[in-house]
């Protein structure tokens, strides 16, 4: 059964005006009140009428953005990204509203909160899980949005890069230097993108006549502590790898670091790629080699899809898939 304002209002004690102005983000609702009745409205299931409250209110031109907590001003993907979005935002007028969640029910909560309170016309989502709540949650309320990213049911607007090519390019650049023994560090199996690298992974070694070991595949959880530690692992190994691929940056970087703390040189002893190219690897002691996806860019060409989409206005392609660009720096270097 569909829950109205009139449930909401005889849960919570007040009037149907008082709940629909707390909903709708009015100034003359106190925000305990409207804190108390929108969670009300999360536990109840309400699913706002959001193309009818367009009719009635203005747009608020304003962007949103969820990112984990556990990054929030420390990772360079997301700092890149929220460049893009913010600086295109502003250039059609719009703010941008940002909040730092826990990943999982909390991520999921804010959602809820800034789509029944109204706050914003649309919504920019990165880091796609295989199969994402949020997406899922949004598709549901009608509530604009775009994502940055590719997940199980791709049935929504999104910009992605082929990851998949991009590794693949990454292992058969490496095998043409004469490695044979490529280790790669994953990224957390929850992410979408994991499952496309490792393909990427696994077609490179296929193509190159490499056979897949499992030693030779760990996880990390994208920072570069992980990509450290994961490193150390591989280092470890009786026989260990001559090249580490890693799923991003940030943990392409702490495999150098392990490799220099084994006094060991990155190019000549352990060849090291990863996968993004932020600011960071060029400046990274030797460079990296990497995979490079235009982050900034892809935020900003998110947020006109958005605008579009929040405009109602045709679109002319809603999944933008991008080909990878292999960024050879001294990292990878050769074989001695």
Do not use: W
Request: net charge neutral.
């Amino acid at each position: 059964m569909k829950v109205t304002l009139k449930d909401i209002a005889r849960e919570s004690g007040y009037s149907i005006t008082t709940v629909s102005h707390a909903l709708s983000g009015y100034g003359d609702v106190n925000e305990n009140t409207r804190q108390h009745i929108i969670a009300i409205a999360e536990r109840l299931g309400y699913q706002p009428n959001l193309a009818a409250r367009h009719l009635r209110s203005k747009q608020t031109k304003t962007i949103g953005m969820v990112i984990p907590l556990t990054t929030y001003y420390s990772d360079p993907f997301f700092m890149e990204l929220l460049s893009g979005v913010g600086r295109q935002a502003a250039e059609y007028g719009y703010d941008l509203l940002l909040s730092a969640q826990q990943p999982g029910e909390e991520e999921l909560s804010a959602y809820r909160r800034i789509v029944a309170s109204s706050r914003i016309d649309g919504v920019v989502v990165a880091r796609v899980q295989r199969d994402d709540p949020r997406i899922t949650f949004l598709k549901e309320a009608r509530h604009p949005f775009v994502v940055f990213g590719r997940s199980n049911a791709n049935d929504y607007p999104y910009i992605d890069v082929d990851g998949r090519a991009g590794i693949r390019q990454i292992v058969l650049h490496l095998a043409r230097l004469g490695h044979r023994r490529i280790a790669f560090i994953l990224s957390p199996p929850q992410l979408a993108f994991t499952t496309l690298r490792y393909e990427g992974y696994c077609q490179g070694l296929d193509e190159a006549g490499l056979s897949l070991r499992d030693d030779y595949v760990v996880e990390g959880d994208l920072t570069r502590a992980s990509g450290h530690a994961a490193a150390l692992r591989l280092l470890a190994l009786p026989e260990p790898p001559t090249a580490i691929v890693a799923c991003n940056d940030s943990m392409a970087i702490g495999a150098m670091l392990a490799i220099q703390e084994r006094k060991l040189v990155v190019g000549r002893d352990v060849a090291v790629a990863g996968f993004d190219d932020i600011p960071a690897a060029a400046n990274a002691s030797p460079p990296l080699t990497t995979v490079r996806q235009p982050i900034y860019d892809i935020g900003r060409q998110a947020l006109d899809m958005l605008i579009r989409v929040i405009r109602n206005e045709p679109v002319e392609n809603l999944h933008v898939l991008l080909v990878p660009e292999l960024i050879v720096r001294a990292s990878s270097g050769g074989m001695i």
